[in-house]
């Protein structure tokens, strides 16, 4: 187990929603969620939770471009809508 680069990737997808994450840190993610169910879970409940955001009627509490680019790193294409 590794724990301590999966609590990296959940501070990295912090940033990310804060727009400041590199686009490599981005790939590395997407490299480490291919080998970690804890973490796959841990995205699961942040698509649900982004797709809740994207939902609302609300303000949006992260910048658009931000957010979609977040949903490309994530393969949350599908919320993207267009
Ligand atoms: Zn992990």
Redesign the pocket.
Known sequence: M?QG??HD?LNSLSEYIDGELDPQVCALIEQ??QG?E??RVMVDSLRKTVYLYHASSGPTPVPEGVRQRLYRCLNLDEFLGK
Request: charged letters at 20%; one cysteine or more; proline letters at 0%.
């Open positions: 590794e680069h999966c990737l480490h969620l970690c804890d973490c």
